[in-house]
């Protein structure tokens, strides 16, 4: 057996202990019937939700979190008819790289691309995509390079297209304190920290970005074990050195950060969302509002809503993405 066929198997017996592969079910204990599929680099795990021919939503979440952000999410969209899809990104969960020697690599257009890979692996030619954190980066991305692949976009945060030439300019004091972590990534002691205490640093990252979120250790453990991923800790730090210039990216990609770096444009159809207790770096509506061309819609959700918004409140997300179709 060759070692692209190994990885696979081992990601799929992986994902068994997960919960078993067929129809998608939600619980209390989360997601289980992970799903996978080779797309790109990855050999995926993912959700399917919903029915085969419905319109597609492509769900992503951010770091550090897990399918299970958009848990009470996927049942009001199937709910609605749409068929739903949520993978784990690189580094998470039942995701595995398909070559052991593979750069782990976690800058932004790799996950944009493993985006375009799945959606071709699963024969899916247009989706609404709706992320937050680094799945709204990813979902920006995609929907700036490849717009005729996008039905419509969610954003939480809205515009979050960065590149390292941006990554330069330094910002107020009190910004770059909430950049501790980027920093603490750049170097080789954090690199080894965060690879030892993982399980307590995404916690602390979930308190301090949704500091009215009252998550019970349940909810946090559900998610915590997708953080187990022996790549997790190798994509996380590749993506924050990358943005500091510390790491130089893959040539691979160097013309779609080329295209990044001009700031692009969305022209899809978008409806962005900011929670109002949103606890981790974020601009303001006002700073990218221009930057989509296309039909146009922000909403501020309320309530002490944090980072983690499809998580913290399910109905707001899920009416987003229902209502961005319409647009």
Not at 76 to 98: E, W
Not at 105 to 134: F, H, Q, R, S
Not at 168 to 174: D, E, F, R, S, V
Request: glycine share 10%; net charge neutral.
């Amino acid at each position: 057996m060759n070692t692209t066929k190994v990885v696979a198997a081992t990601a799929l017996a992986i994902a068994t202990l997960f919960g078993a592969v067929g129809a998608h079910a939600a619980s209390p204990a989360g997601f289980t019937n992970i799903k996978q599929i080779n797309a790109g680099e990855l050999n995926v795990g993912y959700v399917d939700a919903g029915p085969a021919n419905g319109p597609v939503v492509i769900l992503l979440h951010g770091w550090p979190y897990d399918i299970n952000s958009y848990v009470d999410v996927v049942p009001k969209l199937t709910a609605q008819g749409y068929r739903v899809i949520v993978p784990h990104l690189r580094g998470y969960g039942t995701t595995r790289f398909l070559d052991a020697k593979a750069v782990r690599n976690g800058e932004p257009a790799a996950l944009a691309t493993d985006v375009i890979a799945l959606m071709d692996a699963l024969k899916i030619d247009k989706a609404t995509l709706a992320g937050y954190d680094w799945g709204a980066r990813t979902a920006d991305i995609v929907a700036a390079l490849w717009p005729e692949r996008v039905k419509g976009l969610v954003s939480v945060s809205g515009y979050l297209i960065g590149s390292q030439e941006a990554g330069k300019q330094p910002l107020p004091p009190a910004a770059e304190l909430q950049w501790w972590y980027q920093f603490y990534f750049a170097t080789e002691r954090g690199r080894a920290g965060y690879e030892k205490n993982h399980h307590d640093f995404a916690k602390l990252i979930w308190k301090l970005a949704s500091p009215e979120w009252k998550f019970d250790d349940a909810t946090y453990e559900r998610s915590a074990v997708a953080l187990d991923n022996p790549d997790h800790a190798a994509v996380t730090v590749y993506n924050y050195r990358w943005r500091l210039g510390l790491e130089p990216g893959e040539v691979k990609y160097a013309g779609l950060e080329a295209k990044l770096a001009a700031s692009p444009s969305i022209s899809v159809p978008t409806i962005t969302l900011e929670g109002d207790a949103n606890g981790a770096p974020h601009p303001e509506p006002a700073t990218y509002a221009k930057r989509f061309t296309g039909k146009y819609k922000h909403e501020l959700i309320t309530g002490g809503i944090g980072h983690n918004l499809p998580q913290e409140a399910p109905e707001a997300f899920a009416n987003a993405v229902i209502e961005v179709g319409r647009l």
